[in-house]
């Protein structure tokens, strides 16, 4: 019984709705889903949401962490460490925070050219981004036209340069440095994120494919590789008069709200199988069988 207590407790916070995260449809209207947005504040737009994701990281900084005991005994290890740790995800704020001062403190060293080039490199992506504190080396500077990427992606509407976040508009630029790989994320909140790492060169040169989150009409639509977490707590917009969740409203028949607790229980159990047995799957949901 302390077993079942113990589980059940565990695995319920994992099913509740939470915060309503809000998707928009690809054929639906961008300026139509922003005035829903206005008048529903409670609730939490995709892009939002996704973002809010890339800005917490604590793996990437306990590892991260770690690294500034082995830099003194071997700061050329730490650097291959650490370009290796920023292309696997956006480098999040307490993540640049440390490697601006790691690498200030390691171009203050006597090393190799070739190393003094990365660390700098490092410095000057950090540092330039973060806006924080003097400028201890110099950093040569580009300017990334955000606008240029929208002109050649439309559907975007934000762009993550690490966990910096970048709103969209006709002269959208970004100072970054010169010729240095960064973490980019184009987000929408009609599609899944794209990531690039690289340097914004680099990122113009690329043919990106972007997937749509949703697809079809209020009667039927397909969810295209939603995680759990988004299936449970999406509101999938078509148009102000038409929006459709993922699962039935427990109000809808009163068998839910009389059995809910052990819905939760049994659907927290099946979650895990549910995912791996939906990965690179559609969903496609018949609203006509809900009404």
């Given at each position: 019984?302390?077993?079942?207590?113990f589980?059940t407790?565990?695995?319920?916070?994992?099913?509740?709705?939470?915060?309503t995260?809000?998707i928009?449809?690809?054929?639906?209207?961008?300026?139509?889903?922003?005035e829903?947005?206005?008048?529903?504040?409670?609730?939490?737009e995709?892009?939002?949401?996704?973002?809010?994701?890339?800005?917490?990281?604590?793996?990437?900084?306990?590892r991260?962490?770690?690294?500034?005991?082995?830099?003194?005994?071997?700061?050329?290890?730490?650097?291959?460490?650490?370009?290796?740790?920023?292309?696997?995800?956006?480098?999040?704020?307490?993540?640049?925070?440390?490697?601006?001062?790691?690498?200030?403190?390691?171009?203050?060293?006597?090393?190799?050219?070739?190393?003094?080039r990365?660390?700098?490199?490092?410095?000057?992506?950090?540092?330039?981004?973060?806006?924080?504190?003097?400028?201890?080396?110099a950093?040569?500077?580009?300017?990334?036209?955000?606008?240029?990427?929208?002109?050649?992606?439309?559907?975007?509407?934000?762009?993550?340069?690490?966990?910096?976040?970048?709103?969209?508009?006709?002269?959208?630029?970004?100072?970054?440095?010169k010729?240095?790989?960064?973490?980019?994320t184009?987000?929408?909140?009609?599609?899944?994120?794209?990531s690039?790492?690289?340097t914004?060169?680099?990122?113009?040169?690329?043919?990106?494919?972007?997937?749509?989150?949703?697809?079809?009409?209020?009667?039927?639509?397909?969810?295209?590789?939603?995680?759990?977490?988004?299936?449970?707590?999406?509101?999938?917009?078509?148009?102000?008069?038409?929006?459709?969740?993922?699962?039935p409203?427990?109000?809808?028949?009163?068998?839910?709200?009389?059995?809910k607790?052990?819905?939760?229980?049994a659907g927290?159990?099946?979650?895990?199988?549910l995912?791996?047995?939906?990965?690179?799957k559609?969903l496609?949901?018949?609203?006509?069988?809900?009404?």
């Amino acid at each position: 019984m302390k077993n079942f207590i113990f589980i059940t407790l565990m695995i319920l916070p994992l099913v509740s709705w939470g915060q309503t995260i809000l998707i928009r449809s690809a054929g639906a209207s961008e300026a139509s889903f922003k005035e829903f947005l206005l008048k529903h504040p409670q609730s939490l737009e995709f892009m939002v949401y996704q973002a809010s994701r890339v800005q917490n990281n604590s793996d990437q900084e306990t590892r991260l962490f770690k690294l500034g005991d082995s830099f003194l005994q071997n700061p050329s290890m730490t650097l291959n460490q650490i370009k290796s740790l920023q292309t696997e995800a956006p480098l999040t704020l307490l993540s640049l925070r440390f490697i601006r001062d790691l690498s200030g403190k390691a171009l203050m060293r006597e090393i190799p050219t070739q190393e003094r080039r990365e660390w700098l490199y490092l410095y000057c992506k950090s540092r330039i981004l973060l806006k924080e504190g003097p400028e201890l080396f110099a950093c040569p500077t580009e300017v990334a036209s955000l606008s240029a990427l929208k002109k050649k992606y439309p559907v975007i509407e934000k762009v993550l340069v690490e966990s910096f976040t970048w709103e969209l508009h006709e002269n959208s630029e970004v100072v970054i440095s010169k010729q240095t790989p960064y973490q980019w994320t184009l987000l929408s909140n009609a599609h899944h994120p794209v990531s690039f790492f690289g340097t914004y060169e680099q990122l113009l040169n690329q043919q990106l494919v972007f997937e749509n989150l949703v697809e079809g009409s209020c009667d039927e639509f397909s969810l295209r590789n939603l995680d759990f977490e988004l299936t449970a707590r999406g509101l999938f917009y078509f148009s102000d008069s038409c929006t459709r969740r993922a699962q039935p409203s427990p109000e809808k028949s009163s068998w839910m709200s009389d059995k809910k607790t052990w819905m939760y229980v049994a659907g927290a159990v099946l979650a895990g199988g549910l995912l791996y047995s939906m990965k690179d799957k559609t969903l496609v949901i018949d609203t006509s069988a809900l009404k």
